[in-house]
């Protein structure tokens, strides 16, 4: 499957602009983190690519043919969980993933219901009411629902939300499976849950694309910006730096902080990822 989005742009009815000019190309097999600070536009651009939402210019095609003319088709070959998903609290977990499998029209559900159920470890969970469950078990639900039919193209809005360490460590191993033979698109704003399984990149903000590439060449471009060094009381008054930890020690406050020019006597470090996606979210935040 190959989705291309051209020239995409999305102005809510109320006057907002949450997305602009966006240009994508994104091709199984491929496992995308979609990253970026609240409000900076995943969602709008997750419910376009599922034809929830009508862009106000510019294109979506799959496979070469506009998303307009092959909507049907592509919602038999998608799963998705948006990001605020709501359950049937009185239905036990199978009849949830039955129904839903109905509304998909999948027919004969039964294997599917099991394959998404062993999926998401929910089988002894199957006929507990979904009332009795723990948000990080009702977020599998969510996640198992999108499964079903076993789809080509994936989309989990901030999948990770209410999970605990070791079910997120998980479901990125999960995440990565599932898409060595998938089309996946995950957004989240937290950089572990794709620091280690994400293949491709993408940094919205404020509805433009900051960054598309690998998780390395992100990494590359905050390279001499990242640094330790004692507090300083010039550091305040520069407005490129971010101080992302503080300690005390004896000859001062260590610190460790991105900028665009670091501090004097800074002693440059190997960017993290963390390090990266801040550097490039304030670079370019402040350079508007
Ligand atoms: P994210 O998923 O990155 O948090 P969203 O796509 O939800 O961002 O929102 C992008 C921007 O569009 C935000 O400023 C948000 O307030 C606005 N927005 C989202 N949905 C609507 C809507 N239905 N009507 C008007 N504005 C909206």
């Not at 957004?187 to 794709?194: A, R």
């Not at 905050?222 to 010039?234: D, S």
Request: hydrophobic share 40%; with cysteine; glycine share 10%.
């Amino acid at each position: 499957m190959n989705i291309t989005i051209d020239h995409l742009n999305m102005t809510y009815p109320t006057g907002k602009q949450a997305l602009r000019d966006i240009n994508l190309q994104m091709e199984t097999p491929s496992l995308i983190g979609l990253l970026g600070p609240n409000g900076a536009g995943k969602s709008t651009l997750m419910k376009l690519l599922v034809a929830a939402l009508l862009p106000t210019d510019g294109s979506i095609s799959v496979d070469g043919t506009p998303l307009t003319a092959c909507e049907k088709q592509l919602k038999s070959s998608l799963g998705y969980l948006p990001q605020h998903f709501g359950l049937y609290d009185e239905l036990s977990i199978w009849q949830f993933l039955d129904y839903m499998a109905a509304l998909k029209g999948i027919q004969n559900s039964r294997d599917a219901i099991e394959r998404a159920i062993t999926a998401t470890d929910l089988t002894e969970k199957r006929k507990a009411k979904i009332r009795t469950l723990s948000g990080g078990q009702r977020q599998r639900v969510g996640i198992a629902q999108a499964l079903l039919g076993t789809p080509e193209f994936l989309i989990f809005d901030e999948p990770t939300v209410g999970l605990d360490p070791e079910e997120r460590i998980r479901f990125r191993n999960f995440f990565s499976e599932t898409a060595q033979d998938k089309l996946v698109l995950l957004s989240t704003h937290i950089i572990e849950d794709v620091q280690s399984v994400c293949n491709q990149l993408i940094v919205i903000d404020q509805g433009r694309i900051l960054f598309t590439g690998t998780p390395e060449a992100l990494i590359r471009q905050a390279e001499g910006h990242v640094g330790m060094f004692l507090e300083q009381r010039g550091d305040s008054e520069n407005p490129s730096l971010h101080i992302t930890s503080r300690v005390n020690t004896a000859q001062g406050v260590l610190c460790r902080g991105v900028s665009e020019t670091l501090p004097g006597g800074a002693q440059a470090m190997e960017p993290t990822l963390e390090d990266a996606y801040l550097f490039l979210i304030t670079r370019e935040g402040g350079a508007q």
